[in-house]
């Protein structure tokens, strides 16, 4: 198993947000989180990335995950949409992440915008990007390194249908390779077309609804 | 901004800051040595800049009011925030990619340093260079030894710029227990009291100048600061 979840409990300022959550997640397996807004489903990966605190265990990829002090490990992450640097253009945006851990080529960062339906726009300023465009490029960071599982909060926020229907197909493609993805949407349709398995968020628990 | 445009920014401000600084001391001091018919030497305009507080012994710190404290309090401010605006610029979600890159939170808080660190040193030397170049350039005729000018002014480099590193350090971890407002105001408040503190003590030298070792005790701060910050950098999550 690639992410293991047992008896996770989340609470915030006091306030229960997940309450013992249990889970295992396997290589080739895409898993889909559908809840109403503020249900927890962002809250959950957080804790997955060891980004807020938690009680319980999280382990990934055999290395348990410490909040806030050991981050997941082997794995690209996208929650809450972050935005990339605006002055900088998509491929120096990436270049300067890839800077960080220097496992990524050029070619290889060209290879994943091409992925992501951007190649065109490698050159361009990220600050004169559409929603869509922003989203692509924050699905590029996070494949970029090949990582073995991916995390992608709302992946298909601010895409097109034709944006959706490529980004699916690229995930679809990316669960063939091996990869373990999780994710969340409002989308149930797109969840349901997509994942091996789906779960629900309803009152602080986890349902597996399909 | 790229690499090559933010240091001539950083320089640019610097310089221009240095500039203010420099001509609302001078013209002070000018006007002092009119009055008493008396000249200037070079230590004269570092004591006003940089707020010599046993100042009630030396005349030309006369008129001494809290507009003089301003130049080396927005000094101070502008090169925190010079520093700061590597990371609150992106904002903390950003930093969700580093973290997910570098695994820990040792590394990933080294890593969210390292620009800032990097642009207030370049801030501060900017600025007491270009402090000393319009000291020495105005004054060069005046009848003194230089070389313990600059020595001082050297001294005093090294000690701001330390004081600056430990305070950025310190107050990166208070941006992230309490965001950007919490940082701005922690910045504001924080150097207000200082600024307090050291003028009620003024041996206490923490940035002020105070005698032949007034650099000891700011480096023995300093160097607390930052004993803490790394401990701080050790134990400290980093929470979304």
């Known amino acids: 198993m690639r992410i293991k979840l047992k008896n ?96 990524v080529s ?48 709302e992946p298909f926020n601010g895409l097109d249908k034709r944006g959706v229907a490529e980004i699916s197909e690229l995930l679809q493609e990316l669960k063939q390779q091996g990869k373990t993805i999780l994710l969340t949407s409002h989308d149930e349709r797109q969840i349901d077309a997509l994942c091996d398995r789906v779960y629900e968020i309803e009152g602080g628990h986890l349902y597996c609804v399909s | 901004m790229k690499g090559y445009q933010k240091i001539c920014f950083l320089f640019l401000t610097a310089v221009l800051l240095a500039s203010v600084s420099y001509v609302y001391v001078s013209n002070n001091l000018f006007q002092y040595s009119v009055a008493t018919n008396s000249q200037l030497y070079k230590e004269y305009f570092v004591h006003k800049l940089f707020i010599f507080p046993d100042y009630t012994r030396l005349d030309y710190m006369e008129g001494k009011n809290v507009f003089d404290l301003m130049p080396f309090y927005f000094f101070l401010l502008s090169a925190i925030v010079v520093g700061a605006l590597s990371f609150l610029s992106r904002g903390k979600v950003y930093f969700q990619y580093y973290a997910a890159r570098l695994k820990t939170s040792r590394r990933l808080f080294s890593r ?41 002014m050297v001294l005093l480099l090294i000690i701001h710029t330390l004081f600056l590193l430990a305070l950025y350090r310190f107050l990166f971890f208070v941006y992230l227990m309490l965001d950007d407002v919490g940082f701005v105001l922690m910045l504001v408040g924080v150097l207000a009291i200082i600024f307090m503190i050291n003028l009620t003590f003024p041996s206490l030298s923490i940035i002020f100048i105070w005698h032949d070792l007034h650099w000891v005790i700011s480096i023995i701060f300093s160097g607390i600061i930052l004993l803490l910050t790394q401990f701080m950098t050790i134990f400290m999550p980093f929470h979304l």
């Open chain 1, 8 to 103: 996770v409990t989340i609470k915030i300022k006091s306030q229960s947000i997940l309450d013992d959550v249990n889970m295992l997640i396997g290589a080739k397996e895409c898993i889909g989180l559908i809840g109403h807004n503020g249900s927890g489903k962002s809250v959950l990966l957080k804790a997955i990335c060891g980004f807020i605190p938690f009680s319980g265990r999280i382990n990934v990829m055999g290395k348990d995950v410490i909040a806030g002090k050991q981050f997941i490990i082997d794995s690209g992450i996208m929650i809450e949409q972050p935005d990339m640097i605006g002055y900088l253009t998509a491929l120096e945006n990436l270049q300067l992440l890839a800077d960080l851990i220097k496992e």
């Open chain 1, 106 to 153: 050029t070619k290889q960062l060209e290879e994943v915008l091409v992925q992501v339906g951007l190649v065109d726009c490698k050159g361009k300023k990220v600050k004169h990007f559409s929603l869509g465009m922003k989203q692509r490029l924050r699905i590029a960071q996070a494949l970029m390194e090949d990582p073995a599982i991916l995390i992608l909060d």
């Open chain 2, 112 to 152: 969210m340093m390292q620009k800032g660190t990097y642009d207030l040193v370049v801030f501060s030397l900017s600025y007491h260079m270009a402090i000393i170049c319009l000291i020495v350039y105005n004054t060069f005729n005046y009848q003194e030894d230089s070389q313990t000018f600059l020595l001082q």
